[in-house]
């Protein structure tokens, strides 16, 4: 069996590990603080937040920007679950929008979307090709007049909400770390990026995540990273390492905070995935699609992933077939039957009005028209480092014979 995504783990990564387990240090310290500049270095920003997970992080974000019972998050309504449960969790309500044919959020659906209270967008940069951040941005800007902050809201001496004076753009790049936005790597386009590294990502830590900020003055990057540092480890004023130095124990609560800290552990993983990221990782994704490109081009019952524009980049996270004409019960029989010729493929994703919990909140796919013409006939096809040319073949080799069996000849 062909699996779909399997976490590139060899000499390198377990040799890692076991010296951190060796070293005496397991949970945050020297490996997350270099691993955190070694991601900014990357990312081209100057102050980043390795935590334990894109969902945590995430929530952490809304609850800093003051967001609960009362206020409007904006969402695709075609993305994964976490990026609305982070919502409902804080007692906001999540407003889902319809999607654009690269399955990136229509910026026209937000405009149409903001209320007064409207306090968040969350675009999510689908498969890792990055959602239209400045349109959005551009948007929001527009709709300043509407916003209405909430005035008694401190978080560490300030109001976020007043201080930016606008809905807060903060990015689900949980598939795009590496995609590219005028050529500036993800993570500096947004006010704030959230980024995941769960094992079937692009770069893994098992599990994990990180945010960037990029907010405009008297935001202070240095600040905010300290105070998320703090708010990540129960609002403790040291984290362990700090507390760990001899006769340093004594600390303070500053707030009631979260436990969602990256481990040392993790981040030793991350470290040899980032050390080879755009060496090996990004080129090997890239060929891989290219190959599936290839094969599938001129063909009309495919349509072809969008990996690149004049301004986006795709991080490759996903190849995203869609199969034209293909009704929902076509697509699942395909899947069915790629299966039983030893290749695992996947959805993504259900869109969230077809799930239970939204479902019952009123959410209708009939509202979403373009989220489900996508769905009902996508299926994901198996991009990871170690896939050869010989499965890419066989993989497309199978879901052409799918096709044929399900949709008839071509
Ligand atoms: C679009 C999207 N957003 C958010 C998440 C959540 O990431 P994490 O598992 O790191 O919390 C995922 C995870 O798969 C995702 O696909």
Redesign the pocket.
Known sequence: MIPFSPPRIDDATVKAVTEALRSGWITTGPRTKEFEKKLAAYCGVDQLIALN???NACEMVLRWYGIGPGDEVIVPAY??C??ANIVVHVGAKPVLVDVLDDFTMDPEAVRRAITQRTKCVIP?DVGGMPARIDEILKVVNNACGLFSPKLNLRMAGSNPQMLLGRVLVLA?A??SFGARIDGKPVGSQADVTGF?F?AVKNLTTA?G?ALTFNLPAPFDHAKLYALFNTMSLHGQSKDALAKNQPGAWRYDVEMAGFKCNMTDLQAAIGLVELERYERETMPRRKAICARYDAAFAGDKRFILPLFKDERRESSHHLYMLRVAGATEAQRDAIISSVARRGVSTNVHFQPLPLLSFYKAQGCLMSDHPRAYALYQNEISLPVYYDLTDGQVDAVVAAVKAAVKEVMGAS
Do not use: F, L, Q, R
Request: aromatic fraction near 14%; glycine fraction near 6%; avoid cysteine.
């Open positions: 997970s894109w969902t993305t994964y976490a990026t999510v689900d949980a598939h995941s769960h599990e995540g």
